[in-house]
Structure formats: structure tokens, C-alpha cells
């Protein structure tokens, strides 16, 4: 089955610099990339997608970049402020009958001051 | 944020003991799913729901049984709870596949 692999399990930057997140997957029939948001005590939130028809997409500050050959994708934030403090995951989905989606293992963003 | 609630939000119970959380949604949406997050894992599928009744195992699914008689519900049984079902819950819903799941708050379960 699907295997995710996320780096790194934790990530310190300083306010208004960039932070990269990276992840690996291993089935190359999976064709939807989520990055969900978890801040402490709620539930995961979707902050970007992307499909395997497309290369890189951006939201504002947040980026997705896809290279379907090598089977990995990132997440780039820019311009980092504290509310970006939180549990990030990335997942990896094959469709089908039903989103069975398969997650890293998470990343920790502090966002200092 | 999506209609989804959870209930409860916290239990302890016993090893032995069956338990149900409890999923509502009010999106009518038609895919729901239940996961488990535990520290260094991330979030893992436990099964998920592609219509009223048609119900499949996901990653972990074994001591875990799910019934969705209507739409708006979605409930996971553990039969008899062990202590390694210690975790946090997670109900998420979609309209179809490989589009954004909504998430609940979470149930944290104890079994002590």
C-alpha cells in the first residue's frame, strides 16, 4: 500500500523567513496531494491541494510544488508569521471508490519571533 | 466550518468494555471516514463510509466496526477496548473523492 514519508518531524524559523516541508510517497498511481493544518486541540484543516496533473500551485503566502518522476511533493510557506505555528501533515490519496488518504508522520512549525 | 460534530469529546473507559463515537454531519455530504492520530503516525484510516451502509476497512481496522444507517451519522464501535485503542479520533467528511475532508474536533479516548 501507500507509504508517506514527511521531513522534518520538527521546524524553528524566524518570523518573516520561509519554511519548506517536504514529503515522499511510493504509489505512483496516487494522483491528490492535501496539506492539512492542525492547531493545538482541533481537527486537521486543508490549506492547499494539489493534483497530479499539475505541477506547482499557490495560495498567497503557501505554495505546493509536485515532481510526480522523483514522487515527491512540498509545501513553502513565505513570509512566516506566528499564526503559522501548528502541526502540518501531508497526504497522499489513489481515489477511487472513496478518498482513502494516507499521511506523513507531521511537522511541527515554531514561528519565533 | 463544516457541520461535523463528534461525541463525546473525551471518554475513559475499561479494557473490556465496548465503546461508540458517535458522528454527525449536516452537509449531506456522502463520503465519511474515521481515523485515529497518534504521536508519530500522523493520522491512519480506521474505515470509511461511501454511501448509507456501504461501509470498508481502511489501514487499521481491526477491533473497530462501523454502522452509517443514515446519511448525517457515522458510528465507530470498539467491541471490546484495549488499552493500544488509547488515541484521538478523528470523524472527516467529503462531498467526493480526492477533494477537501472536513474534519471534527476529535474524541479522546482512554482505555485504562
Known amino acids: 500500500g501507500e507509504n508517506v514519508e514527511q521531513h522534518p518531524s520538527t521546524l524553528s524559523v524566524q518570523e518573516g523567513d520561509s519554511a519548506v516541508i517536504k514529503c515522499t510517497y511510493s504509489?505512483?498511481?496516487?494522483?491528490?496531494f492535501p496539506w492539512y493544518k492542525q492547531e493545538l486541540g482541533k481537527g486537521p484543516q486543508l490549506i492547499i491541494d494539489?493534483?497530479?496533473?499539475?505541477g506547482e500551485k499557490k495560495d498567497q503566502r503557501i505554495a505546493v510544488t509536485l515532481n510526480k518522476t522523483a514522487k515527491h511533493f512540498s509545501l513553502h510557506i513565505t513570509e512566516t508569521q506566528p499564526e503559522d505555528s501548528a502541526v502540518y501533515f501531508c497526504?497522499?490519496?489513489?481515489?477511487?471508490?472513496?478518498?482513502?488518504?494516507?499521511f506523513g508522520q507531521g511537522t511541527r512549525l515554531t514561528i519565533n519571533p | 466550518d463544516a457541520g461535523i460534530t463528534q461525541s463525546p469529546r473525551h471518554k475513559v473507559t475499561e479494557t473490556g468494555t465496548p465503546v461508540t463515537l458517535r458522528c454527525h454531519q449536516t452537509?449531506?455530504?456522502?463520503?465519511m471516514y474515521w481515523y485515529r492520530q497518534d504521536p508519530g503516525h500522523g493520522l491512519r484510516l480506521i474505515h470509511y463510509?461511501?454511501?448509507?451502509?456501504?461501509?470498508d476497512k481502511g489501514e487499521v481496522s481491526d477491533g473497530y466496526s462501523v454502522s452509517r444507517s443514515k446519511t448525517e451519522d457515522f458510528l465507530l464501535t470498539l467491541e471490546s477496548a484495549t488499552s493500544s485503542q488509547t488515541s484521538v479520533y478523528f470523524c472527516?467528511?467529503?462531498?467526493?473523492?480526492?477533494?477537501?475532508?472536513?474534519f471534527g474536533q476529535g474524541t479522546r479516548l482512554t482505555v485504562v
Open positions: 463510509s461511501y454511501g448509507v451502509k456501504d461501509t
Open positions: 494539489i493534483r497530479s496533473n499539475v
Open positions: 452537509e449531506n455530504h456522502r463520503y
Open positions: 472527516a467528511i467529503s462531498a467526493m473523492p480526492n477533494t477537501e475532508a472536513f
Open positions: 497526504a497522499a490519496s489513489i481515489g477511487g471508490r472513496a478518498q482513502k488518504l494516507v
Open positions: 504509489d505512483s498511481a496516487s494522483n491528490y
